[in-house]
């Protein structure tokens, strides 16, 4: 840990991470994170698999002690306070495990001892009722979504005041992801700030305030989680009921014509608002329109290419 | 510290199974091996002409002689002692080993530690917890060697029965502990577990033969197995080994402690914590 680096400690801050450096041998994982959120806000960490999101947040809960750089949780410094910053946190790892033999009951109940038994249990009941859970049924026979409610309940069970959830909707059906991004709205309401992981753009999309990318243990932008939506590409795929001259489309501002099988189809590539190209097709026979939400990789190429820096295949 | 008894409360309890399993296992050996001595004894003339007939470097392997074994405490020591740290070993080995890293190998110790508990309440309390589970297997199979006592002509009372038993719950802890600071230092649980075992093993076989060959006795004082006292302890026990190797095993334990307390917590299938 270098001893240089020092943070003054800020009342609004939630997280203040500086120059926090990781590395496992010769693998750089993180190469010095900044980052400062707000409380009360809704914060994502995007980035690609193995970019250093769970590093990040490990290092925050001082389950990993990095090699340089500082971070502090509510003003406290996890490696000198732990008990104090895991006491006003509530954490969900990107993959859960727990002993199989408990019923889900049984492991919630350990883990509200494990914090003083400051969980109201009426409010686990109506987690567990919103999420669909029931509680008394062995850990081992609960399918890995299941599990992975047992691990949001709790995380929120004792009403934390800031939330680092490491991927929160992983193995949920669509259904459940949206109850879930319900929870953790419905905590930010009273408070809690939100810090979460994922590499799922429209997740991100749904849920954040503000977003961080990480790339390759590096933070390559942060933003308005509206300002990611403006500059990110849709890929769409139209069909037209007659042939039709696409001379039109292919010159509206920030539209790239991919590929074209003949008159009646083409896939565009479309980077930021839609509104013209909408307007344009609005006046062509369009017969059906496909929308395709990018990877992350293609939104990092576009930053790239935004910042005219090179970036390989 | 209210955490420490948390932890300590959810490892005692976990090892319930383990301490009865174990604690009943040896008591009821002990039950068996007291009952018995009456049956050996009303046959003493054929149990002297039958030992009489081993060969004496058998005999010696079990740190005895042709009169010594027909003691009451040679007796004990052949059939039921000098085979109890191997046995109650096993139970060191496993639970020491994975006494914190078998959770970290099964990925569940990242969100465990990430609950306000503290790595120095969370190894002490599971550390004070397996404490309790080797005592009260220590209890258990005292119990079960005591019970009869009053009916045999072994001629030992209850409280010269634990004696052994100290030095039967130092040995465990030396086990136990072993395993636990090897586990902080070795790549995997497993690994931990083995090289405790050999070291266990070993120790009881060199120690053995070192009776018959004073050669290996050199080597034999370099392995616990060495410093347990079974005979001995009915008539003194040797403090200076009981509490030397009691320091031991607190030494390994704080070593165990202080790498758990700086290293990082691996997650499941991470593998090494030990960097490339």
Not at chain 2, 134 to 139: E, G, K, P, Q, V
Not at chain 2, 157 to 171: D, R
Request: glycine share 10%; hydrophobic share 45%.
């Amino acid at each position: 840990m270098n001893s240089n680096n020092t943070i003054a400690p800020n009342r609004e801050t939630a997280i203040q991470v500086q120059g926090l450096t990781k590395s496992y041998g010769k693998v750089r994982a993180l190469r010095g994170i900044d980052l400062q959120v707000q409380r009360g806000e809704i914060f994502g960490f995007l980035g690609p698999n193995g970019a250093g999101k769970t590093t990040t947040i490990r290092c925050m809960l001082d389950m990993i002690r990095p090699d340089g750089g500082k971070a502090l949780l509510l003003g406290m410094d996890p490696q000198v306070e732990p008990v104090a910053v895991q006491a006003r946190t509530g954490y969900l790892p990107g993959e859960m495990q727990y002993y199989d033999n408990l019923t889900s009951e049984r492991q919630l109940r350990f883990f509200n001892d494990m914090r003083g038994g400051r969980a109201e249990w009426d409010y686990v009941r109506h987690l567990a009722d919103h999420l669909v859970l029931d509680l008394h049924q062995p850990i081992k026979n609960l399918s890995k979504g299941n599990k992975q409610k047992v691990g949001v309940i709790q995380a929120l069970m004792h009403r934390p005041e800031l939330l680092l959830l490491d991927e929160p909707t992983s193995g949920l059906d669509p259904l459940m992801q949206q109850e879930v991004l319900e929870l953790l709205r419905e905590a930010n309401r009273t408070g809690t700030t939100i810090f979460f992981s994922s590499h799922i753009m429209s997740e991100v999309e749904n849920l954040a305030e503000r977003v961080a990318i990480i790339r390759s243990g590096e933070i390559v932008e942060i933003m308005q989680t509206s300002s990611l939506t403006r500059s990110s590409l849709n890929r769409i795929t139209i069909r037209f009921k007659n042939p039709v001259d696409f001379t039109e489309l292919a010159k509206l501002p920030g539209v790239v014509v991919l590929s074209q099988v003949d008159q009646t189809s083409l896939t565009l590539q479309v980077t930021g608002d839609m509104e013209m190209l909408v307007q344009t097709l609005g006046r062509l026979p369009v017969f059906d329109l496909e929308t395709e939400r990018p990877s992350l990789e293609e939104v990092f190429l576009t930053y790239y290419k935004k910042n005219n820096i090179q970036q390989g295949a | 510290m209210n955490r420490f008894w948390t932890t300590f409360r959810y490892t005692f309890t976990g090892l319930r199974w383990q301490i009865i399993g174990w604690g009943l296992g040896v008591a009821i050996y002990g039950l068996m091996i007291v009952s018995m001595y009456e049956t050996l004894g009303a046959q003493q003339d054929r149990l002297q002409q039958m030992i009489a007939s081993y060969p004496p470097e058998f005999l010696a392997f079990f740190g005895g002689d042709t009169n010594s074994l027909l003691t009451p405490a040679g007796y004990l020591g052949m059939y039921a002692f000098s085979m109890l740290p191997i046995i109650v070993g096993i139970f060191a080995v496993i639970a020491g080993s994975g006494l914190i890293v078998s959770d970290e190998e099964h990925g569940r110790l990242d969100l465990i530690i990430a609950h306000p508990v503290g790595r120095p309440s969370f190894f002490w309390g599971r550390f004070m917890g397996l404490l309790g589970a080797a005592l009260s297997i220590m209890i258990l199979g005292w119990l079960g060697f005591s019970l009869l006592l009053g009916r045999s002509s072994l001629g030992f009372s209850w409280g010269e029965m634990a004696l052994p038993f100290l030095s039967l719950l130092v040995q465990t802890l030396i086990y136990a502990t072993l395993g636990l600071l090897l586990s902080m230092l070795l790549p995997s649980r497993s690994l931990a577990a083995m090289v405790t075992g050999v070291i266990m093993v070993i120790g009881y076989f060199v120690s053995s033969l070192s009776f018959m060959d004073q050669r290996l006795e050199i080597l034999a004082r370099a392995l616990p197995y060495h410093y347990y006292q079974t005979v001995l302890s009915f008539q003194q026990l040797n403090l200076t080994w009981l509490f030397a190797l009691l320091g031991i095993s607190l030494v390994m334990t704080a070593l165990a402690y202080m790498r758990f307390f700086h290293r990082d917590i691996r997650l499941s299938g991470e593998g090494s914590w030990r960097r490339g």
